[in-house]
């Protein structure tokens, strides 16, 4: 196998997606592991891929085929993990884990990756995971930015901005997990770690690569280790890149991303978001509430396609939901893609929630268009768009896959995959998988026409 170039630690599941999006646009062949692969075990057939942790009580399905390979030719991996709000303790095993993983493929730099809104708590977990990976690299420097202009995430003076306002304006200050009610960086990062925390000012920046090199070289003969970088554009963060190349661990938002194949000697290319050619049947599976999903429901319905509700109440009535999606859409997507959706407008949700329970509501929707997912895929569909977050890491598991390869973009952070899955033997299957609010009102029609 050929060295990997970059490994990725991303500290949840859609973030690891955004990554490795931004990695393929700039010249990266990539492949998202889901959880840290297992090497094989002998005896029975078992999941390829750790769970997610914090997944509520999804089954791990048997895999019954070993951990695929990387392809000899991807230049990056990125093991997605789900450790943004879990305790620091197991935030630092969980990513040692994932580095552990990362060196054994040879991997020749480390990106931690955390959200472009710096989620954490006055714990962390940016912080203690941050210094964890210098130590066990002995890593005496590194960088620390969630910059990402072309998600509207600035960095200025060490302060973050979200749009046109700081972070603790933006909304983020009542955020349920992790409230950002301080937007300078350096304070909020200095809070969660023991080494010292500096900032390299967007005056350095733009000056470009030499002198963020020598203020880097500066810093280390003060005592500090870890730099917050001011980017406000994406040119500064093209400017930050070569002065990383040589840097063991990268911590970042996506954004820093856009700088770093260019290192490697890489440019985009449209080789590298090429997947297998798709063939077979073609469905969309949602479970998410999200407006832009709600729109996208309504978009299908109205351009004639065929979709199918599914109803919570009857779920929790015993009733086999499942089932019954399966036989409505068996003779349907013969001819054309289909459509299940448990999507529904905010003040349906409530009504089934206050019966049901929030918790309760959600758990059962997803194992239900999990489980509608896996049958399509058993019947013949290769080309699968899932739309929600947790429904996403719901159809993952429910579908046994391990690892994606990131294909071209369809919308803006939500790329094609291809993936290898026990329901789809031999070829695998081609996968999109969308966070609610992502993509245009006709995505589920425009998703397909990528593929071509
Ligand atoms: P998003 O990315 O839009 O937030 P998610 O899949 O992450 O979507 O979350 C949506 C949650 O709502 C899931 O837990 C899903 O099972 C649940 N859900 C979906 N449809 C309904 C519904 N009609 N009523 C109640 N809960 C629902």
Redesign the pocket.
Known sequence: MAKLLLGCIADDFTGATDLANNLVRAGMRVVQAIGVPEARRAGPPQASARPLGGQRGHEVPSVGAEFAPLAADVDAVVVALKSRTIAPAEAIAQSLEALRWLQAQGAQQIYFKYCSTFDSTPQGNIGPVTEALMEALKCDFTIATPAFPDNKRTVFKGYLFAGEVLLNESGMQNHPLTPMTDPNLVRVLQAQCTRKVGLIDHAVVARGAAAITERIGQFKGEGVSIAIVDAVSNDDLLRLGPALAKMPLVTAGSGVAIGLPANFGLAPSSQASALPAAGGLRAVVS????LA?NRQVLDFIQRGGAALAVD?LRIAAGVDVAAEALAWAAPLVEKQPVLVY???EAG??KS??SRLGVEE??????RT?AAIARGLVERGVRQLVV??????GACVQALGIAQMQIGPQIDPGVPWCHARSDAAPGAGLHIALK???FGGDDFFTKAFTVLG
């Open positions: 479970g998410s509430c999200s999903t919570p448990s999507t529904a349906a949700v089934v929630q509501a959600g758990a059962m929707v997803e268009i739309a929600g977050g947790e429904t996403s966070s609610g609010n």
